[in-house]
């Protein structure tokens, strides 16, 4: 293959093996979520907010620190973001011949494509995710309200009301980690498309071993979520 045609040809192959592993995890939640990690979470966080408002006087305090930690880890993720979109797009004004003469190291970087394209991809993920991490702290605040809140009899509707909040911050802070996940291969682009091509790869492998739980891990948590609603009702007690 001719050195001009590899952008052309590893960095489409690239993106679209991340996207179909993307698409196929998305499905796989909404069909069948206990066989992911990210549908497992969703069951357990049902579960804590039902233990967390069934006596709110005894475990408001539990529950605001604990979303205090995720608002912490949230906040982090998006000051790394909105400091990394600075500091490229002072790179992506200030091109120097150093670093044309490194990047030419790599076999396929000599393909005539404009830089500006590549840090703008790698600034519109970083801006992703921030923007990401910024609404799962909205959700993560709104939830640290409604969790201290006593739930009356037969007014399941709140719970579900404040599971669904929950879920959601939890939802913003995976795609805002995921947008980091994607700004490796994005990085390693501007080294050339074989580097990109092979964080992809790379990348989609070890997500996969990330997201999906095992057979154990997943009859782990039916019992115990089946034992917890057959022996402890404690929406009955509402």
């Known amino acids: 293959m001719e050195e001009r045609h590899l952008d052309l040809v590893l960095v489409p192959l690239g993106v679209l093996v991340m996207t179909i592993y993307n698409l196929w995890l998305f ?4 069909r069948t979520p206990k066989r992911t990690v990210i549908g497992l979470n969703a069951i357990s966080r049902r579960q804590w907010v039902i233990s967390m408002m069934a006596d709110p006087q005894s475990n408001g305090m539990l529950g605001v620190q604990t979303l205090r930690n995720s608002i912490m880890a949230s906040t982090l993720l998006a000051t790394a973001a909105i400091t990394l979109c600075s500091i490229i797009g002072v790179f992506a004004n200030s091109t120097t011949s150093t670093s044309n003469s490194a990047a030419d190291l790599i076999y396929g970087n000599k393909t005539p494509l404009v ?19 910024v609404q799962s702290i909205r959700y993560y605040a709104h939830v640290s309200t409604l969790i201290t809140m006593p739930t ?3 007014r399941r509707e709140s719970i579900a009301y404040v599971v669904r909040n929950l879920n959601r911050a939890n939802y913003f802070w995976s795609l805002g980690l ?9 990085f390693l682009w501007i080294f050339g498309p074989i580097p990109m091509f092979a964080c992809c790869c790379i990348i989609t492998s070890t997500l996969y071993f990330l997201d999906t739980a095992t057979t154990a891990t997943t009859k782990f948590h039916t019992s115990t979520f089946t034992d917890m609603m057959r022996f402890d009702d404690i929406e009955s007690a509402f």
Request: glycine residues 2%; contains cysteine; proline residues 3%.
């Open 152 to 154: 009356l009899k037969g």
């Open 115 to 133: 830089t500006s394209i590549k840090y703008f991809t790698i600034l519109i993920c970083f801006l992703v995710a921030f923007l990401c991490n």
């Open 27 to 30: 499905i796989t939640i909404l």
């Open 178 to 186: 995921r947008a980091f996940y994607v700004s490796f291969p994005l």
